[in-house]
């Protein structure tokens, strides 16, 4: 299974940018969808997150993020918007994925990450 970022890039203070992750591979379903981000010199951090029907988000970008997922695509997006440059970091999506071969558990799963960079 293979999870692959798009949509990362450089952008100005309170732009916007979409965010996508697809999966790929032997995948029966995902469980779970997500992004992370991490910043230079800090721990990689909660961006929003879909686990069991219940979305959550983190402190610094409630308000600000929207995740959504398209199932029949195994794809999955993070709309940002007044984007600040402290949102500046290394964006990572993230899954559990059942797949044929994990007996029914959900393995997790990381893309490689795509920078976005908040600056003027």
């Known amino acids: 299974v293979q999870l692959v970022e798009s949509g990362g890039g450089l952008v100005r203070p309170g732009g916007s940018l979409r965010l996508s992750c697809a999966a790929s591979g032997s995948i029966i379903s995902i469980v779970a969808v997500g992004w992370y981000r991490q910043a230079p010199g800090k721990e990689r951090e909660l961006v929003a997150a879909i686990r069991r029907g219940n979305t959550n988000y983190g402190d610094s970008v409630r308000g600000r993020v929207t995740i959504s997922r398209d199932n029949a695509k195994n794809t999955w997006y993070l709309q940002m918007s007044g984007l600040k440059p402290e949102d500046t970091a290394v964006y990572y999506c993230?899954?559990?994925?059942?797949?044929?071969?994990?007996?029914?558990?959900?393995?997790?799963?990381w893309g490689q990450g795509t920078q976005v960079t908040v600056s003027s």
């Open positions: 993230n899954a559990d994925v059942v797949t044929p071969y994990g007996l029914g558990t959900p393995e997790e799963r």
